[in-house]
């Protein structure tokens, strides 16, 4: 009993499993067919247009001329046949040929053909029937009259008789040429006159006609077969316009009939090619041409299938991939192609081979195609260009507008195409296609998400004859074009040897409704685009923008604690919030920066250098998660550059003159009248000298703006780096006017500008740092030996507590002198005979990072505060003080005096130290002492009071130039452009900076503006 239940139990999980094998195959097959064209096909095989295969005729049977079908050898007549098949019946010996329809056999008067025919002598007709069409069992060959009055010829098929040429009647007065008249003979067809030839030929019905339907064309069928009433209907869906279409009036219904009851192999392929011109759409009409195919679909399911492919069945075209849900992602999504891609290298491979079958409109098979003709593209431009749609790798994009009238003159019918990849050694790759104007009960179901598409095959380009409404030979009423065509490619995850997906043909039409043909124009382009699960890159940006993201936010509380020590306030408010965020907008542009730049850098290099493929560029739309980083860093780095200048345009700094008179002058006392010695004037030109040298660091930089736009632009447009930045695997520099031109990466194009501007400006710098200011000339360090040979120091407050000092004191006492005692000075000092210029004894230091007491602050506030009224509302200004200048005069020699008094310790309340700073506080810019009872003097050797400078600030500045320059770049597709707005932009701020810095200057230091130049 155990034994008969395990056995039950092994027998049933076979069948689960082997059901779950067949489900895998039937849903997970790449459908590759074997590729066989006519002349493929052996002696004695016929090509099948429905299979696209070589199929052997049957017994006493050979291919036609055409080799599309099969007819009895000569000496066999048809015994049976129902449109797909027949059966050949040897003729007896008493009847040894072949009557003309085939399907008797007749004795000959004369000799037979080659092919089993009677043959009659020159002159004479063969005769098969008589006047009522009863077949005679013996053919008679009957002369044709030549003479006056009949001028009679046997026609070309040599079963009637005809009037002969005129030019026989004209010469000869018969139709024999007769001497000494030349007889001439030419491939030259002329006609002179107009026979009328009926069109069709009608059969008659047999006596019991109740059961059958005569049907036009000239065809007798079963009836009940299908619906009585045919909808020879067109949607033209996109002008809301259904036509009644005389193509379909006529052809529809015999069509139908002829592929359902004969099975006729053309009749299926032009009911096929209706449904396709009605977009394959699916209604709850059923006898559309799409619902009259699916109909014969279902009823022919007991034929089997052609090419082991379910969907395809025996003697029908394929349309359809099937409608269940998700099938299209298993299509498009589950096995690679059987060919590997490479760029480079011995195994180099691009491209991409497509075939085609094509027939017309009444389903005749015409050939196979080799679409890299450019068969598929409407827009007319050379074949080097064309072929460039089918190398792997390169994006091809080509639009343009077609006239309506040069439609209707270059495809008078549509021609219909069956896509295939050639795969080689024989088989091909059907190509599935993707019409978006395909309707499922009313909805666009091919417009939304991909697991509700419907695959299905074959397309046509345009069609003039749909939409004729009431005789073919008038002009349509809407025509339909294939305005938009993709085929995309998509590349297996994961893959190192260049492996793809099967391609998709993406199909959109245009309806277009006829008005003025001489001026109507339609826009149609044609695209091949490439593309790759972008999901893990996103991922890694994702994760790469989060942790970067989340130190960003670490910095900024560290800058805005520091910020709060600098300013000495304890409390947290709007104030330090907004700094947060000013410091945080920072930080985070950085951060979107390193993150654009990097992706950029790295798809640059990885689609350019690879051989075997392994990545592909992302496309337009997955472009938009990274122009919208590089929007939001650009944005970012400009609140962050607006904010360190409007810094710098607000700093506090004052000019401390050391130099004292060295004399007393003799003056007369206009009261008493008698003389008085007063010291003489310290000069104030060496104030306004060091002020205008700062006026003129302010915007100096470690770069060359002219010399790097040029030289960007030297690399971009003349040596060729932009061509880096198309979509395609080339790494060349130089393209020859005649190639295709494939559209630009945006992501190539920013990682290609950004770096190269990163590159020279960085170069600039070093060879700034490395050469120019050793060497040439350094304006900062050369300020600070100016203020020691003025005698005057510098403080720069950045913060409310926290600034820089330049300690200027001159060594030699007085720097109010002449020439040689200058020379004599300078003498002294470069001989070491004086002592050093540093602020404490002994030391070369001059320049310092200060935190001030509050205490300090407070006092220097103080000084200050009358200039603040001056400058503030009116009504806080006293009317009876001095005028401004003697205020000023005043507040500046108070001011003059006092640091003074606080650098040479004359206030032991307001005293400070001096000492270095902790490696670690220099690191991440904030001090860990704060300057409770005493300021803090920290060594400064790198001469950090240039942050208040444009030259302290040159990453920020570089960084927004290449942001600006490449967002005005990716906005406009011009590189020229993009540097020539880049410079006005520089040199805007540049003079914004120079013109307000003027102004904060001499506010600060009181010096006359009028005196800075």
């Given at each position: 009993?155990?034994?008969?239940?395990?056995?039950?139990?092994?027998?049933r999980?076979?069948?689960?499993?082997?059901?779950?094998?067949?489900?895998?195959s039937?849903?997970?097959?790449?459908?590759?067919?074997?590729?066989?064209?006519i002349?493929d096909?052996?002696?004695?095989?016929?090509?099948?247009?429905?299979?696209?295969?070589?199929?052997?005729?049957?017994p006493?049977?050979?291919?036609?001329?055409?080799?599309l079908?099969?007819?009895?050898?000569?000496g066999?007549?048809?015994?049976?046949?129902?449109?797909?098949?027949?059966?050949?019946?040897?003729?007896?010996?008493?009847?040894?040929?072949?009557?003309?329809?085939?399907?008797?056999?007749?004795?000959?008067?004369?000799?037979?053909?080659?092919?089993?025919?009677?043959?009659?002598?020159?002159?004479?007709?063969?005769?098969?029937?008589?006047?009522?069409?009863?077949?005679?069992?013996e053919?008679?060959?009957?002369?044709?009259?030549?003479?006056?009055?009949?001028?009679?010829?046997?026609?070309?098929?040599?079963?009637?008789?005809?009037?002969?040429?005129?030019?026989?009647?004209?010469?000869?007065?018969?139709?024999?040429?007769?001497?000494p008249n030349?007889?001439?003979?030419?491939?030259?067809?002329?006609?002179?006159?107009?026979?009328?030839?009926?069109?069709?030929i009608?059969?008659?019905?047999p006596?019991?006609?109740?059961?059958?339907?005569?049907?036009?064309?000239?065809?007798?069928?079963?009836?009940?077969?299908?619906p009585?009433?045919?909808?020879?209907?067109?949607?033209?869906?996109?002008?809301?316009?259904?036509?009644?279409?005389?193509?379909?009036?006529?052809?529809?219904?015999?069509?139908?009939?002829?592929?359902?009851?004969?099975?006729?192999?053309?009749?299926?392929?032009?009911?096929?090619?209706?449904?396709?011109?009605?977009?394959?759409?699916?209604?709850?009409?059923?006898?559309?041409?799409?619902?009259?195919?699916?109909?014969?679909?279902?009823?022919?399911?007991?034929?089997?299938?052609?090419?082991?492919?379910?969907?395809?069945?025996?003697?029908?075209?394929?349309?359809?991939?099937?409608?269940?849900?998700?099938?299209?992602?298993?299509?498009?999504?589950?096995?690679?192609?059987?060919?590997?891609?490479?760029?480079?290298?011995?195994?180099?491979?691009?491209?991409?081979?497509?075939?085609?079958?094509?027939?017309?409109?009444r389903?005749?098979?015409?050939?196979?195609?080799?679409?890299?003709?450019?068969?598929?593209?409407?827009?007319?431009?050379?074949?080097?260009?064309?072929?460039?749609?089918?190398?792997?790798?390169?994006?091809?994009?080509?639009?343009?507008?077609?006239?309506?009238?040069?439609?209707?003159?270059?495809?008078?019918?549509?021609?219909?195409?069956?896509?295939?990849?050639d795969?080689?050694?024989?088989e091909?790759?059907?190509?599935?296609?993707?019409?978006?104007?395909?309707?499922?009960?009313?909805r666009?179901?091919?417009?939304?998400?991909?697991?509700?598409?419907?695959?299905?095959?074959?397309?046509?380009?345009?069609?003039?004859?749909?939409?004729?409404?009431?005789?073919?030979?008038?002009?349509?009423?809407?025509?339909?074009?294939?305005?938009n065509?993709?085929?995309?490619f998509?590349?297996?995850?994961g893959?190192?040897?260049?492996?793809?997906?099967p391609?998709?043909?993406?199909?959109?039409?245009?309806?277009?409704?006829?008005?003025?043909?001489?001026?109507?124009?339609?826009?149609?382009?044609?695209?091949?685009?490439?593309?790759?699960?972008?999901?893990?890159?996103?991922?890694?940006?994702?994760?790469?923008?989060?942790?970067?993201?989340?130190?960003?936010?670490l910095?900024?509380?560290?800058?805005?604690?520091?910020?709060?020590?600098?300013?000495?306030?304890?409390?947290?408010?709007?104030?330090?919030?907004?700094?947060?965020?000013?410091?945080?907008?920072?930080?985070?542009?950085?951060?979107?920066?390193?993150?654009?730049?990097?992706t950029?850098?790295?798809?640059?290099?990885?689609?350019?250098?690879?051989?075997?493929?392994?990545?592909?560029?992302?496309?337009?739309?997955?472009?938009?998660?990274?122009?919208?980083?590089?929007?939001?860093?650009?944005?970012?780095?400009?609140?962050?550059?607006?904010?360190?200048?409007?810094?710098?345009?607000?700093?506090?700094?004052?000019?401390?003159?050391?130099?004292?008179?060295?004399?007393?002058?003799?003056?007369?006392?206009?009261?008493?009248?008698?003389?008085?010695?007063?010291?003489?004037?310290?000069?104030?030109?060496?104030?306004?000298?060091?002020?205008?040298?700062?006026?003129?660091?302010?915007?100096?930089?470690?770069?060359?703006?002219?010399?790097?736009?040029?030289?960007?632009?030297?690399?971009?447009?003349?040596v060729?780096?932009?061509?880096?930045?198309?979509r395609?695997?080339?790494?060349?520099l130089?393209?020859?006017?005649q190639?295709?031109?494939?559209?630009?990466?945006?992501?190539?194009?920013?990682?290609?500008?950004?770096?190269?501007?990163?590159?020279?400006?960085?170069?600039?710098v070093?060879?700034?740092?490395?050469?120019?200011?050793?060497?040439?000339?350094?304006?900062?360090?050369?300020?600070?030996?100016?203020?020691s040979?003025?005698?005057?120091?510098?403080?720069?407050?950045?913060?409310?507590?926290?600034?820089y000092?330049?300690?200027?004191?001159?060594?030699?006492?007085?720097?109010?002198?002449?020439?040689?005692?200058?020379?004599?000075?300078?003498?002294?000092?470069?001989?070491?005979?004086?002592?050093q210029?540093?602020?404490?004894?002994?030391?070369?230091?001059?320049?310092?990072?200060?935190?001030?007491?509050?205490?300090?602050?407070?006092?220097?506030?103080?000084i200050?505060?009358?200039?603040?009224r001056?400058?503030?509302?009116?009504?806080?200004?006293d009317?009876?003080?001095?005028?401004?200048?003697?205020?000023?005069?005043?507040?500046?020699?108070?001011?003059?005096?006092f640091?003074?008094?606080?650098?040479?310790?004359?206030?032991?309340?307001?005293?400070?130290?001096?000492?270095?700073?902790?490696?670690?506080?220099?690191?991440?810019?904030?001090?860990?002492?704060?300057?409770?009872?005493?300021s803090?003097?920290?060594?400064?050797?790198?001469h950090?009071?240039?942050?208040?400078?444009?030259?302290?600030?040159?990453?920020?500045l570089?960084?927004?130039?290449?942001?600006?320059?490449?967002?005005?770049?990716?906005?406009?597709?011009?590189?020229?452009?993009?540097?020539?707005?880049t410079?006005?932009?520089?040199?805007?701020?540049c003079w914004?900076r120079s013109?307000?810095?003027?102004?904060?200057?001499?506010?600060?230091?009181?010096?006359d503006?009028?005196?800075?130049?």
């Amino acid at each position: 009993m155990a034994t008969e239940t395990l056995n039950a139990e092994i027998r049933r999980l076979t069948v689960i499993i082997l059901f779950f094998i067949k489900f895998n195959s039937l849903f997970c097959q790449q459908f590759i067919i074997s590729f066989q064209t006519i002349s493929d096909c052996a002696v004695g095989h016929f090509y099948d247009v429905s299979s696209l295969s070589c199929v052997k005729c049957g017994p006493n049977q050979r291919a036609s001329v055409t080799g599309l079908t099969c007819v009895c050898r000569p000496g066999y007549r048809v015994l049976t046949t129902n449109g797909a098949s027949l059966t050949c019946q040897q003729c007896p010996p008493n009847f040894p040929a072949v009557a003309e329809d085939g399907f008797r056999c007749i004795r000959c008067a004369g000799g037979l053909s080659e092919e089993g025919t009677c043959l009659c002598p020159q002159g004479t007709v063969r005769v098969e029937r008589d006047v009522q069409g009863n077949p005679l069992e013996e053919a008679r060959c009957d002369a044709c009259n030549g003479d006056d009055p009949a001028f009679s010829v046997p026609n070309n098929n040599g079963d009637s008789c005809e009037r002969c040429q005129a030019s026989f009647v004209n010469t000869s007065r018969s139709c024999v040429c007769t001497a000494p008249n030349v007889l001439v003979s030419s491939t030259l067809s002329v006609h002179f006159h107009h026979k009328c030839v009926p069109s069709l030929i009608l059969y008659n019905c047999p006596p019991r006609a109740q059961l059958y339907t005569y049907l036009q064309g000239g065809l007798c069928f079963p009836p009940n077969n299908l619906p009585s009433n045919v909808n020879p209907n067109v949607n033209f869906a996109e002008l809301a316009l259904p036509v009644q279409s005389a193509w379909f009036l006529k052809n529809l219904y015999s069509t139908s009939s002829a592929c359902l009851v004969f099975t006729n192999l053309t009749a299926c392929q032009a009911l096929g090619n209706m449904c396709v011109m009605n977009m394959h759409s699916f209604s709850s009409v059923s006898n559309d041409a799409c619902g009259l195919f699916n109909l014969i679909f279902r009823s022919m399911a007991a034929l089997g299938t052609t090419q082991d492919i379910s969907y395809w069945r025996t003697n029908l075209p394929w349309l359809y991939y099937g409608d269940q849900p998700g099938l299209a992602g298993r299509v498009l999504q589950t096995d690679p192609l059987p060919i590997e891609f490479s760029f480079k290298g011995s195994k180099k491979n691009t491209a991409i081979k497509l075939i085609s079958a094509v027939y017309d409109v009444r389903g005749e098979f015409l050939r196979w195609e080799n679409t890299s003709g450019g068969s598929l593209q409407l827009c007319p431009d050379t074949a080097v260009k064309q072929r460039e749609a089918y190398t792997f790798g390169t994006a091809y994009q080509e639009s343009c507008d077609m006239s309506v009238s040069e439609l209707l003159r270059a495809y008078p019918e549509p021609l219909f195409y069956d896509v295939f990849v050639d795969l080689s050694q024989g088989e091909a790759l059907p190509v599935p296609s993707l019409i978006l104007n395909q309707q499922y009960n009313g909805r666009y179901v091919n417009q939304e998400n991909m697991k509700n598409w419907y695959l299905s095959r074959r397309m046509f380009l345009v069609d003039t004859l749909s939409g004729r409404e009431k005789s073919l030979s008038s002009q349509p009423k809407v025509i339909r074009v294939a305005a938009n065509i993709k085929l995309r490619f998509q590349l297996v995850p994961g893959t190192q040897k260049g492996q793809v997906f099967p391609p998709l043909l993406s199909v959109s039409y245009k309806d277009v409704f006829l008005r003025d043909l001489a001026t109507q124009t339609v826009s149609v382009s044609f695209a091949v685009e490439y593309e790759m699960d972008q999901n893990e890159a996103r991922m890694k940006t994702d994760t790469a923008l989060g942790v970067m993201g989340g130190l960003a936010v670490l910095y900024s509380l560290l800058k805005t604690v520091s910020w709060k020590r600098r300013i000495s306030s304890p409390l947290v408010d709007m104030e330090t919030m907004l700094k947060f965020l000013l410091f945080y907008a920072g930080d985070l542009a950085n951060v979107f920066f390193c993150i654009t730049v990097g992706t950029g850098l790295y798809w640059l290099i990885f689609s350019k250098a690879q051989q075997y493929v392994s990545v592909l560029l992302p496309l337009r739309a997955q472009e938009e998660r990274m122009v919208t980083y590089i929007g939001c860093a650009f944005a970012l780095k400009a609140i962050q550059f607006l904010h360190k200048l409007i810094l710098q345009l607000s700093v506090d700094i004052f000019l401390i003159d050391w130099e004292r008179p060295r004399s007393k002058a003799s003056r007369t006392v206009h009261a008493s009248g008698e003389p008085k010695r007063d010291p003489s004037p310290v000069s104030i030109w060496r104030t306004y000298f060091v002020a205008n040298e700062w006026n003129e660091i302010q915007t100096i930089r470690k770069i060359s703006p002219t010399f790097q736009v040029m030289a960007v632009l030297f690399f971009l447009e003349v040596v060729g780096f932009s061509n880096l930045a198309l979509r395609d695997p080339w790494s060349t520099l130089e393209r020859p006017p005649q190639a295709y031109m494939p559209p630009y990466s945006l992501t190539l194009r920013y990682g290609l500008a950004s770096t190269l501007w990163l590159c020279i400006g960085l170069l600039q710098v070093v060879f700034f740092t490395v050469f120019h200011e050793r060497f040439v000339e350094d304006k900062i360090r050369q300020f600070v030996d100016l203020c020691s040979i003025s005698n005057i120091s510098v403080l720069l407050l950045s913060h409310r507590c926290f600034g820089y000092y330049i300690h200027g004191r001159s060594v030699h006492g007085h720097a109010d002198t002449n020439m040689e005692e200058m020379n004599t000075n300078l003498k002294r000092e470069a001989e070491s005979l004086c002592g050093q210029r540093g602020l404490l004894p002994n030391t070369d230091t001059q320049t310092f990072q200060v935190s001030l007491s509050s205490r300090l602050r407070q006092q220097y506030d103080r000084i200050r505060e009358p200039l603040s009224r001056r400058n503030g509302p009116s009504r806080l200004v006293d009317a009876s003080s001095a005028n401004p200048f003697e205020q000023s005069t005043r507040a500046y020699n108070t001011m003059n005096r006092f640091l003074g008094s606080v650098i040479d310790h004359a206030h032991r309340d307001m005293d400070y130290i001096v000492k270095d700073k902790l490696f670690f506080e220099r690191v991440i810019g904030m001090e860990f002492l704060e300057p409770n009872d005493k300021s803090i003097f920290y060594n400064d050797e790198s001469h950090s009071f240039s942050d208040v400078l444009f030259y302290g600030n040159e990453a920020t500045l570089l960084i927004f130039d290449t942001l600006f320059f490449c967002v005005v770049d990716l906005g406009s597709q011009s590189f020229v452009l993009a540097a020539i707005l880049t410079y006005v932009q520089q040199m805007i701020f540049c003079w914004i900076r120079s013109a307000l810095g003027r102004r904060n200057l001499a506010n600060k230091t009181l010096v006359d503006e009028r005196f800075l130049i």
